[in-house]
């Protein structure tokens, strides 16, 4: 294909969206002339599927639940009206909250004002917020946020570290629908230790993010924490950055969260027409389609050519990959569906896997990210004529067109600039395009029973952790196998458990587990001491 046809190409299937200041090409995936009005029963379908999903269908039998993340950001699309309410009361409670601390009307003990921001949460409830504060983050913002994203000891010691010397004005957000999550009640636990031993009293410091009634809701009751609002078991943690587990860090970092909110709103509205040209989301789930053959074969590139998206890829990771990898589809097939996901930046790509992206194995479909505003004010021109700007642009298009030459297929998204609105569309944008591919597929994109599984597998781990302590506890002083101790625990079947756990013990001085070194490593014993 020469340069003119991929013109007309160009201008045959270029999707514009003013409204959000969007463009989406799909010029460079390779689909037949044919591909769009093959699909086009199957994508209307799709329309109808998403309709009634906003309707308040159940979209999870096996939950009884309601998918709801649409109406977060039009609470008139909810379908009663208890449900607007609720939505329309806790962003007018954000709003104020965030106000009265930026206002010193809410501070710490002793009139302090708050200047950091500690946010304790996993999954949905940390990889929203770290992008957006990424995203549109400031020098000046009012709060500077941190993360727990994890129950990694040493991570949160680096994070506490750094706010040491702040903690007297640091506010901490716990984030958790069901409040029994693990890694989140140990990330609140150990940020709860750490103000104890600064002499704070972590209850004046703290707010809770939860739904009503839970483990958390009712310790934040009963210690007297700051605030509490809600989360509803409509709202799934990967689409929950629009309620109050995106906008209430958001709005204490000082981000424009009626902006995002109208973003969100207005690609909502434009990716619900049922004219497919026109509905970029549509024209992603088609693309991916098209891209991975239906059923995952290709993985999917994330190439934004701007810093502040460096963290879009990692949160689409999880819209994407926790959405759509099922092993079974709506009928009880074994299908084995998903695409995975993963990302750099331009231009630091060129300089990292842009080689084997153009060169290697064909596994993939790319999409760069363009925004088209480089930085507020005059740039420094590097170059006569030329920009640092003008230079990422050039490294775009041309990776864009090197990959296309040597048969790599990509999508191109552009935005104008990069704002809260534009953040919350793009938002809204993959939210949509991960419902409609699942319909197009035939698959459930609101349930996640492989994290459940994950989480049920480690609580086994755990409990037969607290059999082998119990077991070298009986037997103080005496070494033991792994082999040994699975015996003497009743599960020999779990040898090789058995010995991860106690190489994990004894590298740790928590439990009093001493490892005296055998030949091999599974030769090796362990006491306590």
Same mark, same amino acid.
């Given at each position: 294909? *020469? *340069?003119?046809?991929?013109?007309?190409?160009?201008?045959?299937?270029?999707?514009?969206?003013?409204?959000?200041?969007?463009?989406?090409?799909?010029?460079?995936?390779?689909? +037949?002339?044919?591909?769009?009005?093959?699909?086009?029963?199957?994508?209307?379908?799709?329309?109808?599927?998403?309709?009634?999903?906003?309707?308040?269908?159940? !979209?999870?039998?096996?939950?009884?639940?309601?998918?709801?993340?649409?109406?977060?950001?039009?609470?008139?699309?909810?379908?009663?009206?208890?449900?607007?309410?609720?939505?329309?009361?806790?962003?007018? !409670?954000?709003?104020?909250? !965030?106000?009265?601390?930026?206002?010193?009307?809410?501070?710490?003990?002793?009139?302090?004002?708050?200047?950091?921001?500690?946010?304790?949460?996993?999954?949905?409830? !940390?990889?929203?917020?770290?992008?957006?504060?990424?995203?549109?983050?400031?020098?000046?913002?009012?709060?500077?946020?941190?993360?727990?994203?994890?129950?990694?000891?040493?991570?949160?010691?680096?994070?506490?570290?750094?706010?040491?010397?702040?903690?007297?004005?640091?506010?901490?957000?716990?984030?958790?629908?069901?409040?029994? &999550?693990?890694?989140?009640?140990?990330?609140?636990?150990?940020?709860?230790?750490?103000?104890?031993?600064?002499?704070?009293?972590?209850?004046?410091?703290?707010?809770?993010? &939860?739904?009503?009634?839970?483990?958390?809701?009712? =310790?934040?009751?009963?210690?007297?924490?700051?605030?509490?609002?809600?989360?509803?078991?409509?709202?799934?943690?990967?689409? +929950?950055? &629009? +309620?109050?587990?995106?906008?209430l860090p958001a709005a204490l970092q000082g981000i424009?969260?009626?902006?995002?909110?109208?973003?969100?709103?207005?690609?909502?509205?434009?990716?619900?027409?049922?004219?497919?040209?026109?509905?970029?989301?549509?024209?992603?789930?088609?693309?991916?389609? $098209?891209?991975?053959?239906?059923?995952?074969?290709?993985?999917?590139?994330?190439?934004?050519?701007?810093?502040?998206?460096?963290?879009?890829?990692?949160?689409?990771?999880?819209?994407?990959?926790? +959405?759509?990898?099922?092993?079974?589809?709506?009928?009880? *097939?074994?299908?084995?569906?998903?695409?995975?996901?993963?990302?750099?930046?331009?231009?630091?790509?060129? $300089?990292?896997?842009?080689?084997?992206?153009?060169?290697?194995?064909?596994?993939?479909?790319? &999409?760069?990210?363009?925004?088209?505003?480089?930085?507020?004010?005059?740039?420094?021109?590097?170059?006569?004529?030329?920009?640092?700007?003008?230079?990422?642009?050039?490294?775009?298009?041309?990776?864009?067109?090197?990959?296309?030459?040597?048969?790599?297929?990509?999508?191109?998204?552009?935005?104008?600039?990069?704002?809260?609105?534009?953040?919350?569309?793009?938002?809204?944008?993959?939210?949509?395009?991960?419902?409609?591919?699942?319909?197009?597929?035939?698959?459930?994109?609101?349930?996640?029973?492989?994290?459940?599984?994950?989480?049920?597998?480690?609580?086994a781990v755990l409990k037969l952790q607290g059999d082998?302590?119990?077991?070298?506890?009986? *037997?103080?002083?005496?070494?033991?196998?792994?082999?040994?101790?699975?015996?003497?625990?009743?599960?020999?079947?779990?040898?090789?458990? =058995?010995?991860?756990?106690?190489?994990?013990?004894?590298?740790?001085?928590?439990?009093?587990?001493?490892?005296?070194?055998?030949?091999?490593?599974?030769?090796?014993?362990?006491?306590?001491?």
């Open positions: 294909m *020469n *340069n003119l046809q991929l013109w007309e190409r160009y201008k045959n299937y270029l999707c514009e969206c003013p409204e959000i200041g969007l463009m989406l090409d799909i010029s460079r995936m390779n689909f +037949s002339d044919g591909f769009l009005e093959e699909m086009e029963p199957r994508m209307q379908k799709a329309f109808q599927d998403m309709a009634a999903l906003e309707s308040g269908a159940i !979209a999870n039998p096996d939950e009884k639940r309601m998918v709801g993340h649409y109406w977060l950001r039009n609470p008139q699309l909810a379908p009663n009206p208890q449900i607007a309410a609720e939505i329309e009361f806790t962003v007018r !409670a954000v709003r104020e909250f !965030a106000a009265n601390v930026h206002a010193r009307m809410v501070t710490a003990p002793g009139e302090v004002p708050f200047t950091r921001l500690l946010v304790v949460g996993i999954g949905g409830s !940390a990889l929203g917020p770290q992008f957006v504060a990424d995203a549109l983050g400031e020098s000046h913002d009012r709060l500077r946020p941190y993360f727990f994203d994890n129950t990694d000891p040493d991570g949160m010691d680096r994070v506490l570290a750094e706010l040491a010397p702040h903690l007297f004005g640091t506010m901490t957000v716990v984030i958790s629908k069901s409040g029994g &999550t693990k890694e989140t009640r140990n990330g609140m636990l150990e940020a709860k230790r750490a103000y104890g031993a600064a002499g704070l009293d972590f209850a004046k410091y703290a707010v809770a993010v &939860t739904g009503q009634g839970s483990e958390l809701d009712r =310790v934040a009751v009963e210690e007297g924490w700051l605030a509490r609002f809600p989360m509803w078991d409509w709202v799934g943690g990967r689409t +929950s950055e &629009t +309620s109050a587990v995106g906008l424009d969260i009626d902006g995002l909110l109208t973003g969100a709103r207005v690609c909502d509205e434009i990716t619900r027409r049922t004219e497919t040209r026109k509905n970029p989301a549509a024209l992603l789930a088609l693309m991916w389609h $098209h891209g991975t053959g239906g059923r995952g074969t290709k993985d999917m590139v994330i190439l934004p050519y701007k810093d502040r998206l460096l963290l879009f890829s990692r949160y689409l990771q999880q819209i994407v990959m926790e +959405s759509l990898g099922k092993e079974k589809d709506l009928d009880g *097939n074994v299908v084995n569906q998903g695409i995975a996901v993963y990302g750099n930046k331009g231009s630091t790509d060129q $300089h990292a896997y842009v080689q084997q992206l153009r060169e290697g194995v064909n596994n993939f479909f790319a &999409t760069f990210v363009e925004v088209l505003k480089d930085r507020e004010g005059k740039s420094l021109m590097v170059e006569p004529d030329v920009t640092s700007g003008d230079y990422l642009s050039g490294f775009l298009q041309g990776t864009r067109r090197a990959l296309f030459e040597n048969g790599r297929e990509s999508i191109t998204l552009t935005i104008d600039r990069l704002d809260a609105g534009t953040v919350g569309a793009l938002i809204a944008l993959y939210e949509r395009a991960v419902g409609l591919y699942a319909s197009l597929v035939n698959i459930n994109a609101y349930h996640q029973p492989g994290v459940e599984a994950g989480k049920k597998a480690a609580g082998i302590l119990a077991f070298l506890r009986g *037997n103080r002083g005496k070494a033991f196998t792994a082999e040994e101790v699975a015996g003497g625990v009743g599960a020999p079947e779990e040898t090789e458990t =058995v010995l991860k756990v106690l190489l994990h013990l004894s590298a740790n001085g928590d439990h009093g587990v001493a490892m005296v070194r055998g030949e091999n490593i599974w030769e090796s014993g362990f006491k306590t001491t």
